[in-house]
């Protein structure tokens, strides 16, 4: 079993940075691909940044490219993942989620995931 646990979140200014963490913990030693996802009230969960487990593959969803960077540092029991995101739009504004898939790659556009975190509140007011 592994734990997802997000933390970052917050109010902030358009144009301004937030930098989001998942921290994950249990069962972490074999492959985990870990993803952001946000999820606005009304719409469909969104995938936002993926990134493999060696941290050498990333991708992002058009709307967030060239400005939010997902990465990585696997440590010995833990496995921690940042969003940066740079240059916030109000349209950013919703609950973003960590998630974790037992498989060494994903892509951006895969929902299966095996993990879940409980998500943080990221708003950028104008």
């Known amino acids: 079993q592994v734990q997802l646990v997000e933390s970052g979140g917050g109010l902030v200014q358009v144009g301004d940075s937030l930098r989001l963490s998942c921290a994950a913990s249990g069962r972490t030693f074999s492959s985990l691909s870990m993803a952001w996802f946000r999820q606005a009230p009304g719409k469909e969960r969104e995938s936002v940044a993926v990134?493999?487990?060696?941290?050498?593959?990333?991708?992002?969803a058009d709307s967030v490219k060239g400005r939010f960077t997902i990465s990585r540092d696997n440590a010995q029991n833990t496995v921690t993942v940042i969003l940066q995101m740079n240059s916030l739009k109000p349209e950013d504004t919703t609950v973003y989620y960590c998630a974790a898939a037992r498989r060494p790659r994903v892509a951006i556009k895969d929902m299966v995931y095996d993990y879940w975190g409980q998500g943080t509140q990221v708003t950028v007011s104008s």
């Open positions: 990134i493999s487990w060696s941290g050498g593959s990333t991708d992002y």
